[in-house]
C-alpha cells in the first residue's frame, strides 16, 4: 500500500452557498450552509486516503470542539494521528468559504493552532516522514516548518512533493531538496517573477524551477489539464470536461492522487492523468474534503472517459 506523509494545514470549514459574490460593503442573502473537514493538509490527506494510500498526518489543531471533530474526521477516513497535536492557546484553524452559482469561491482563513506547527513537531514526526514513499507538504504551514519537512525527508530518499500553496516567493534551498513541485500558474509566476498566463509562458517558468533545482515541475491549468515539465521534455496532459459545482479543494484534489500514484510509482504522465480525473470528479461535488472521490469512482469515470 502507498505509504503517505501529509505535513499541513487542519481546518475546519464554514460554507455558505450564494447566488453571488458580495462587493465591499455589502450584505446578500444566502444559503445553504455546511461545515466539514478542510485545511490544505486534511484536503490533500483525505484525498489519498480514499484513493488506498496509507496516509500519516502531521498537523496542529486546538483543544477545542472543532479540534475534536476534526481529529474525529480524520479518525474516520483511516488517516492515522500519531502525529496530530493539541495547542493549548490556539483554537483550531478556520476557513471561512463562500461558494457562487458557477462554483467559484472566495475563502479567508483564520490559521489559529496551524501557525504553531513548528520544526519541533516535525522532528517529533521523523519516523512518519521516514517510512513514507512520499511526503507531500504546502505552505499553510509556517515556512520553517515546512523546510524542515522537507530536509528531513529528502536526506533520507523519500520522494518530496511540494504544492506551493498559496504562492509565495521559495528559496532555492528549499527548491533543491524538492522532487516534484505543482504550482498552479498563478503561483509559478509568484514564484519565479515570470509570466505563466499560456502554456508556453508557463513552460518557461516551469524551465527556470528546474534550473533552480527542482527535480520535476509540474504547473496545473484548471480544467485544461497540466503541463509536465521534466530535464528532458514538456508534456500536457488533457483535463477532463465536467460541470463544475464547486472548485474549492481542485488543487488539493490533484495532489492528493498524485502522490498516490508516485507511491505506487505509476508512469508520470499516467500519474498525471489519475491526478486530473479525479480533480475533475472533485469539483462536481459540494465541499472540499468531503467531495474527494475514491478509487472506485476514479476507475470507473477514466473508463467511460477513455
Not at 514526526?125 to 524542515?148: F, N
Not at 492523468?273 to 472506485?296: C, E, H, I, K
Amino acid at each position: 500500500m502507498a505509504k503517505i506523509t501529509v505535513v499541513g494545514s487542519a481546518n475546519i470549514d464554514l460554507v455558505v452557498r450564494t447566488p453571488r459574490m458580495p462587493v465591499k460593503g455589502e450584505t446578500i442573502l444566502g444559503g445553504p450552509f455546511f461545515s466539514g473537514p478542510g485545511g490544505k493538509g486534511v484536503n490533500q490527506a483525505v484525498g489519498a486516503a480514499r484513493l488506498g494510500g496509507d496516509v500519516t498526518m502531521v498537523a496542529r489543531l486546538g483543544q477545542d470542539q472543532f479540534g475534536d471533530t476534526a481529529a474525529g474526521n480524520l479518525r474516520q477516513e483511516g488517516i492515522r494521528l500519531d502525529c496530530v497535536y493539541r495547542s493549548v492557546d490556539a483554537h483550531t484553524g478556520i476557513a471561512s468559504i463562500l461558494v457562487d452559482s458557477a462554483g467559484e469561491n472566495m475563502i479567508v482563513v483564520a490559521s489559529g493552532a496551524n501557525a504553531e506547527l513548528s520544526p519541533a513537531d516535525v522532528e517529533s514526526s521523523a519516523d512518519a516522514i521516514m517510512a513514507a514513499d512520499v511526503i507531500l507538504v504546502q505552505l499553510e504551514s509556517p515556512m520553517a516548518t515546512v523546510q524542515r519537512a522537507v530536509e528531513i525527508a529528502h536526506q533520507a530518499g523519500v520522494t518530496v512533493l511540494l504544492n506551493p500553496a498559496p504562492g509565495r516567493p521559495l528559496a532555492d534551498a528549499l527548491l533543491r531538496q524538492v522532487d516534484v513541485l505543482t504550482p498552479n500558474q498563478t503561483e509559478a509566476q509568484i514564484i519565479t517573477g515570470l509570466v505563466a498566463g499560456t502554456p508556453a509562458e508557463a513552460e518557461i517558468a516551469a524551465r527556470a524551477l528546474l534550473k533552480r533545482g527542482v527535480g520535476i515541475v509540474i504547473i496545473t491549468l484548471g480544467a485544461a489539464g497540466a503541463l509536465v515539465v521534466t530535464a528532458t521534455r514538456a508534456e500536457h496532459v488533457a483535463g477532463f470536461t465536467v460541470d463544475a459545482v464547486d472548485t474549492t479543494g481542485a488543487g488539493d484534489a490533484f495532489n492528493g492522487a498524485l502522490a498516490v500514484a508516485l507511491s505506487e510509482r505509476q508512469p508520470l504522465a499516467h500519474a498525471v492523468t489519475f491526478a486530473n480525473a479525479v480533480a475533475a470528479l472533485q469539483v462536481t461535488r459540494q465541499g472540499a474534503a468531503a467531495a474527494m472521490p475514491r478509487r472506485s469512482e476514479v476507475e470507473a469515470f477514466l473508463l467511460g472517459a477513455g
